[in-house]
T-cell receptor
Framework: DTAVSQTPKYLVTQMGNDKSIKCEQNLGHDTMYWYKQDSKKFLKIMFSYNNKELIINETVPNRFSPKSPDKAHLNLHINSLELGDSAVYFC????????????FGPGTRLTVL | GEDVEQSLFLSVREGDSSVINCTYTDSSSTYLYWYKQEPGAGLQLLTYIFSNMDMKQDQRLTVLLNKKDKHLSLRIADTQTGDSAIYFCAESRSGGYNKLIFGAGTRLAVHP
């Protein structure tokens, strides 16, 4: 299936741990994104990469570090997890069209205890 | 989102029309979008409108854009139970790099 996929779908962990979320797209897109959706469904961009280069870096704690080994993958590593990091994290990708349709993954629900 | 505002809830009867409203802030936004999120899923682009258009129709969907008031609306005709979802308005922020700013989403509930 052509899609944006994320693993894991659910992640439950203790405060202070380090965890990673992986994202892969087989759509051939050049640009990938990470979004955070909080409990009130508010969706905010965190990072964007274009061809492995960081192009958007919003005000995100430096405990969050994205890594793009190639243009089909964008992983998110989070150090020293805090309770406030609990959210659903969405990966997305987009082709270089003028209207910038973004294709979203199914999300990773992170719960920090 | 603090820059894109939407009402949070809308309840309609099956078969009626739904109108979801949004206000945005960046007058230089080139495109404005409506995304749909079904429970437990990611967002999916429903439709978009170019900023030099006033209206766009796509089957049951009608998008109206009032640039003067920075107001965007989505009308769903003959609303069905399958339309129950959260609808997000988004604007493309100027400055390049395809940055989208989303509203907080409007939860549409369709009842028989």
């Amino acid at each position: 299936d052509t899609a944006v996929s994320q693993t894991p779908k659910y992640l439950v962990t203790q405060m202070g741990n380090d965890k990673s979320i992986k994202c892969e797209q087989n759509l051939g897109h050049d640009t990938m994104y990470w979004y955070k959706q909080d409990s009130k469904k508010f969706l905010k961009i965190m990072f964007s990469y274009n061809n492995k280069e960081l192009i958007i870096n919003e005000t995100v704690p430096n405990r969050f570090s994205p890594k793009s080994p190639d243009k089909a993958h964008l992983n998110l590593h989070i150090n020293s997890l805090e309770l406030g990091d609990s959210a659903v994290y969405f990966c997305a990708s987009s082709p270089p069209t003028a209207y910038n349709e973004q294709f979203f993954g199914p999300g990773t629900r992170l719960t920090v205890l | 989102g603090e820059d894109v505002e939407q009402s949070l809830f809308l309840s309609v009867r099956e078969g009626d029309s739904s109108v979801i409203n949004c206000t945005y802030t960046d007058s230089s936004s080139t495109y404005l979008y409506w995304y749909k999120q079904e429970p437990g899923a990611g967002l999916q682009l429903l439709t978009y409108i170019f900023s030099n258009m006033d209206m766009k129709q796509d089957q049951r969907l009608t998008v109206l854009l009032n640039k003067k008031d920075k107001h965007l609306s989505l009308r769903i005709a003959d609303t069905q139970t399958g339309d129950s979802a959260i609808y997000f308005c988004a604007e493309s922020r100027s400055g390049g790099y395809n940055k989208l700013i989303f509203g907080a989403g409007t939860r549409l509930a369709v009842h028989p």
